[in-house]
């Protein structure tokens, strides 16, 4: 400005990238395109680590990961109209798996909407089953308000995904440099402080708790990824330790307390929920992946103690005892009311006796089936031999992800997860397709840590394109593809299944078979192995995780091994 007074004006995407930044945000998740292009490079700019992808689906997923694995919500930034759509995949994971996300998208000019404008859709209306709250910038100055409340509400409570609408009019709006300052210092001291605070479990429930725990001849200790995002794990094992409770973990509450821990009942879960009086669980919510708590998995006079930050959650399942609060909190406080007058099962107590023995058995008939070299590979012996090069790298553990119905269903029960937070699966939801948004969440979240991958060659399939972004930001994750030719497997129909004028296509659950997705990998500079024996495998794995670069490893499987459905054939 000729005087050298007046003040800088900026535009609304630099004004939503400095709230981002000021509300702590440092990775963001994305497709870029009009309008929100140069959102991206500001955001940048001011030190956010903006992760680009091919697809929107593939991004949401990392951001819902991200939510989860830091307990901060995850970004994802999309265009308007189509990108918003794409993205509805990772708001729904998000708010699915109750992780704390937000999908900012940017959407058409609020005075064309209605007239068939580019890349037009009532973005509000279509993110409303997924959304926990919704909110449209209808003028930049709004933008602060808007940003600071979404973030907050995205994490308070039971996480989940909200939504940020950012017209194109709105971006382009600009304000004086100043005004844009004070608008977030105002913005910001007005949040709102019930959603930053979590509420306490209230005394009395706790006594309850104890006393049940107390009374109870066979106790167990359940956990979830809940529990896993409260970081309760070394309450837990405080807990565990001192009263000589077993405990099972839901697939991601893996890690919680190692799987090596003897008073892990995951190789003994019939035996444990089928017999358990009383079961004090922790952020896992009763649903299919836990019975429904009901018999007859269940034994009909069990007593469940719920802990659950979400009193929804408490409502519908009726416990004996609830306890509406933050897992860490609850767990530390049941700690503290037994300590008063301890009690420990020990070791030769009946129940923690039963559990120790049939986990032993159980373990050693495993063993028994992964000992074999089975090649063409069946799904046990590659997974015995990741499971030791994993083991073989100690700690930091790597991050696993995991997903495929016979890959993830067979690997969670050989593969060993000893640390909190390092197991991402296909959730609640049972989404496929999660693997490659996962990888990149994990190896962006934690950067000392390697990621990975285990997953059929369908679910690699969904989004094998981010290998590129894998490549294109070295991210330290190792894929490993494991290759039976099909969703399920190959071509597993009877003769005379295959009938009509479209007999001679590819059933529908078959892919090219021996497809060469080590290849893919190569042609952006990654680094791909064709893997057929166990000697390949194991080479493969030690030159890959040494190297820390990003590698797929294609499996080659015996296109009959596995099963329709994995482990859920009675619900096909
Ligand atoms: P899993 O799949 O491991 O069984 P779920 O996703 O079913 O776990 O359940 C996780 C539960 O944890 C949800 O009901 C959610 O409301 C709850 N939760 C989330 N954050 C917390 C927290 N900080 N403290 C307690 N419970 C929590």
């Not at 725990?213 to 990824?225: D, H, M, S, T, Y």
């Not at 995951?266 to 929920?273: E, F, N, P, Q, W």
């Not at 030159?543 to 490893?553: D, G, N, Q, T, Y």
Request: hydrophobic share 40%; glycine share 10%; net charge negative.
């Amino acid at each position: 400005e000729s005087d050298g007074k007046t003040s800088t004006s900026i535009d609304g995407n630099t004004l939503v990238a400095m709230c981002l930044a000021r509300a702590g945000v440092d990775k963001m998740f994305g497709v870029v395109g009009i309008p929100v292009t140069s959102l991206a490079n500001r955001a940048v700019a001011l030190g956010i680590r903006f992760v680009a992808f091919h697809n929107e689906q593939s991004a949401g997923y990392a951001a819902s990961a991200y939510g989860y694995l830091t307990g901060r919500p995850g970004i994802l930034l999309t265009v308007s109209g189509p990108g918003c759509v794409h993205g509805l995949a990772g708001l729904s994971n998000a708010g699915v798996n109750a992780w704390p996300m937000v999908l900012i998208s940017g959407s058409c000019d609020q005075k064309d909407f209605g007239r068939g404008d580019f890349q037009e859709l009532d973005q509000i209306a279509a993110v409303e089953p997924f959304s926990k709250y919704s909110v449209k910038a209808t003028d930049i100055t709004k933008i602060p308000t808007v940003v600071f409340e979404v973030l907050d509400r995205a994490g308070s409570g039971r996480p989940g995904g909200c939504y940020l609408d950012l017209p194109t009019d709105v971006l382009h709006q600009s304000v004086a440099d100043s005004e844009a300052q004070k608008l977030i210092d105002e913005a910001e001291n007005s949040r709102k402080k019930e959603l930053i605070a979590k509420p306490l479990v209230k005394n009395s429930e706790i006594e309850k708790a104890v006393a049940l725990l107390r009374k109870a001849e066979r106790p167990l200790i359940v956990f979830g990824k809940g529990a896993a995002y409260a970081r309760a794990e070394n309450a837990l094992k405080k807990l565990v330790e001192s009263t000589g409770i077993p405990f099972l973990p839901t697939p991601m509450g893996k890690g919680l307390l190692s799987d090596t821990h003897e008073l892990a009942a995951t190789a003994a879960r019939s035996l444990a929920i089928g017999k358990c009086d009383v079961a004090l669980v922790v952020g896992a919510r009763l649903n299919w992946l836990l019975h429904f708590g009901e018999p007859p998995k269940w034994s009909k006079d069990v007593k469940f103690i719920l802990v659950d930050i979400d009193k929804d959650e408490i409502e519908l399942r009726k416990p004996s005892v609830g306890l509406v609060g933050d897992a860490k909190d609850a767990v530390e406080r049941i700690y503290e009311e037994i300590k008063d007058e301890p009690f420990c099962l020990g070791k030769s107590h009946p129940w923690v006796e039963a559990i120790a023995k049939k986990v032993k058995e159980n373990v050693s008939k495993m063993e028994v089936q992964l000992a074999k070299d089975v090649v063409p590979f069946n799904y046990m012996t590659p997974l015995r031999i990741i499971r030791d090069a994993i083991l073989g790298l100690g700690s930091p553990a790597p991050i696993l992800v995991s997903e495929g119905a016979n890959t993830m269903d067979v690997g969670r029960a050989v593969l060993v997860q000893t640390e909190p937070r390092t197991r991402l699966d296909a959730g609640t939801w049972g989404t496929m397709g999660v693997g490659l948004g996962y990888c990149i969440a994990a190896a962006v979240a934690s950067p000392d840590r390697l990621v990975v991958a285990v997953e059929g060659d369908s679910g690699f399939g969904f989004s094998a394109m981010e290998v590129e972004t894998l490549v294109r930001y070295q991210l330290p994750v190792v894929v490993i593809v494991f290759n039976n030719g099909g969703v399920y497997g190959g071509d597993r129909r009877s003769p005379e299944e295959i009938t009509g004028p479209h007999k001679d296509d590819p059933a529908p659950a078959s892919f090219v078979p021996g497809a060469g997705y080590h290849v893919l990998t190569e042609a952006f500079g990654g680094k791909g192995y064709l893997v057929q024996t166990p000697d390949e495998l194991r080479s493969a794995l030690a030159e890959s995780f040494s190297a820390r670069k990003p590698a797929v490893l294609n499996v080659i499987l015996d296109p009959y091994a596995g099963s329709e459905s994995g482990r859920l054939q009675h619900k096909n």
